[in-house]
């Protein structure tokens, strides 16, 4: 059975994670554009002051930190579709880290720690 890497580390971390914004959320990253076209992330607490020093990200690649540690520490986290994108997460890495996941030798594929075989 394939494993759905992302949604094992969500719902080991009590997260979810949209990038279609519904509203209600604990932490949110999107992407804006300045007025003379440039594009930045914000990353800020729902109802949080923008601080540009804190909060606004020029370069992406400094983001995948911030997203495991608000899906660590929020239930509702918005990262905006673009942002997921620029980001090339490795949800099967991820796991493994988390210790979710172990190499079975014997099927050749990784399998969820503590289900067991069929």
Do not use: P
Not at 75 to 98: G, P, R
């Amino acid at each position: 059975m394939a494993i759905k890497y992302k949604q094992l580390y969500l719902d080991h971390h009590n997260c979810t994670l949209e990038s279609d914004y519904t509203g209600g959320y604990d932490y949110e990253m999107s992407t804006e554009c300045t007025a003379d076209s440039y594009t930045i992330y914000l990353c800020k607490y729902v109802g949080e002051q923008t601080i540009i020093s804190e909060n606004v990200h020029y370069y992406a690649h400094d983001l995948e930190d911030v997203l495991k540690e608000k899906i660590d520490e929020c239930d509702k986290v918005f990262c905006d579709e673009e942002i997921e994108d620029e980001l090339h997460l490795e949800w099967e890495q991820m796991c493994e880290e988390a210790g979710l996941i172990e190499w079975n030798d014997d099927e050749e594929e990784y399998q969820v720690v503590g289900e067991d075989e069929e």
